[in-house]
């Protein structure tokens, strides 16, 4: 059997997105952005953003931008996502029905913002999957943001929705719904991982992602000028919160970003002795230096050559041999 068969035993793994999804608005931006995503490769994900992007009385003609850029020669890798308007905008219908329509097999994913509950994201994942089944496209994944009251209570039941592949927190619109109940400070560090009511936001956000395989995105952050603070927020973004991508809004942010949730060699290594051990072993248990190991810890030590192989790491020969046994089935 398949490595990923025996690990998993028939459920579906766990979805994997680069681990920097990185946000632009301008047209200047825009091409900025696709021009450094040709020179590092599909590592880290754009998204064009239609809600906030647009000028006030010009979205038609950003949503035709957005069109124009996504179906050139300069998106590459189809890896380039967009943000729509919130689905109670008069922009919209008008979104769906141009980028969607004209894209549908070029996009990366569409992301939802504002949304308030599951059957929200349900009735635009309809309309969404109207356009894109006129190019033939039936599973164009869908991106959510969790930044209402409404759609935190919501999480668990917006992430069961199989065309949904992320959940995103929006930290600024989700404190800015408290009224000052909650201080400015816990929009950035060290309030973003210390004040409770942001805190269990986060970890409730991150259960619902995991409890149905998808991806936990972390929010901006907004200090553009100090790469260490990016780095540190992605590495306690990760490390302490579970999350397994992350939001840039500056071209300098991404290099720290993916950095920070990319496995170091030594765990790669470490999962490639442990892997190939227990492929020796037929995947029964095995002790390495002096600690167990079976199929529980397998799934880790698999993810973790998954998650190297997607940021570009140049993987140990052994380790590309396991992971590109995927790629062969």
Same mark, same amino acid.
């Given at each position: 059997?398949?490595?990923?068969?025996?690990?998993?035993?028939?459920?579906?793994?766990?979805?994997?997105?680069?681990?920097?999804?990185?946000?632009?608005?301008?047209?200047?931006?825009?091409?900025?952005?696709?021009?450094?995503?040709?020179? &590092?490769?599909? +590592?880290?994900?754009?998204? %064009?953003?239609?809600? =906030?992007?647009?000028? *006030?009385?010009?979205? /038609?003609?950003? !949503?035709?931008?957005?069109?124009?850029?996504?179906?050139?020669?300069?998106?590459?890798?189809?890896?380039?996502?967009?943000?729509?308007?919130?689905?109670?905008?008069?922009?919209?219908?008008?979104?769906?029905?141009?980028?969607?329509?004209?894209?549908?097999?070029?996009?990366?994913?569409?992301?939802?913002?504002?949304?308030?509950?599951?059957?929200?994201?349900?009735?635009?994942?309809?309309?969404?999957?109207?356009?894109?089944?006129?190019?033939?496209?039936?599973?164009?994944?869908?991106?959510?943001?969790?930044?209402?009251?409404?759609?935190?209570?919501?999480?668990?039941?917006?992430?069961? &929705?199989?065309? +949904?592949?992320?959940?995103? %927190?929006?930290?600024? =619109?989700?404190?800015? *719904?408290?009224?000052? /109940?909650?201080? !400015?400070?816990?929009?950035?560090?060290?309030?973003?991982?210390?004040?409770?009511?942001?805190?269990?936001?986060?970890?409730?956000?991150?259960?619902?992602?995991?409890?149905?395989?998808?991806?936990?995105?972390?929010?901006?952050?907004?200090?553009?000028?100090?790469?260490?603070?990016?780095?540190?927020?992605?590495?306690?973004?990760?490390?302490?919160?579970?999350?397994?991508?992350?939001?840039?809004?500056?071209?300098?942010?991404?290099?720290?970003?993916?950095?920070?949730?990319?496995?170091?060699?030594?765990?790669?290594?470490?999962?490639?002795?442990?892997?190939?051990?227990?492929?020796?072993?037929?995947?029964?248990?095995?002790?390495?230096?002096?600690?167990?190991? =079976?199929?529980?810890?397998?799934?880790?030590?698999?993810?973790?050559?998954?998650?190297?192989?997607?940021?570009?790491?140049?993987?140990?020969?052994?380790?590309?041999?396991?992971?590109?046994?995927?790629?062969?089935?």
């Amino acid at each position: 059997m398949h490595p990923s068969e025996v690990l998993f035993q028939g459920k579906r793994q766990p979805l994997l997105l680069p681990a920097c999804d990185h946000y632009c608005g301008s047209e200047k931006l825009m091409r900025k952005s696709m021009a450094l995503q040709q020179e &590092l490769g599909p +590592v880290f994900d754009i998204t %064009f953003d239609c809600e =906030d992007g647009a000028a *006030a009385g010009s979205e /038609a003609e950003h !949503a035709l931008l957005v069109t124009q850029l996504l179906g050139s020669e300069d998106n590459r890798f189809n890896r380039i996502g967009v943000r729509l308007h919130d689905t109670n905008s008069p922009h919209f219908a008008g979104d769906v029905a141009a980028i969607v329509g004209a894209n549908a097999n070029r996009l990366a994913y569409v992301v939802l913002p504002k949304v308030e509950s599951a059957d929200e994201v349900a009735q635009a994942i309809a309309l969404i999957n109207q356009h894109a089944a006129r190019a033939g496209r039936h599973d164009l994944p869908v991106h959510v943001l969790i930044e209402t009251h409404g759609a935190l209570h919501a999480a668990y039941g917006i992430a069961a &929705l199989p065309q +949904v592949e992320c959940l995103s %927190f929006g930290i600024m =619109d989700f404190v800015s *719904a408290h009224y000052g /109940a909650v201080p !400015a400070s816990a929009m950035r560090t060290p309030g973003q991982f210390t004040h409770p009511l942001v805190v269990r936001a986060k970890l409730e956000m991150v259960a619902a992602c995991h409890a149905h395989g998808k991806v936990a995105s972390h929010n901006v952050t907004t200090d553009i000028k100090d790469s260490a603070v990016v780095a540190n927020d992605a590495q306690r973004a990760g490390a302490e919160f579970g999350f397994t991508r992350m939001w840039s809004i500056h071209p300098d942010q991404i290099k720290p970003i993916l950095k920070a949730f990319t496995p170091r060699l030594s765990e790669v290594n470490e999962a490639t002795n442990i892997l190939l051990e227990a492929m020796a072993a037929g995947w029964g248990p095995i002790a390495q230096h002096g600690r167990l190991h =079976d199929r529980a810890s397998y799934r880790y030590y698999w993810t973790v050559l998954q998650r190297a192989k997607l940021a570009g790491l140049a993987l140990p020969e052994a380790a590309a041999a396991i992971v590109n046994q995927t790629d062969s089935h």
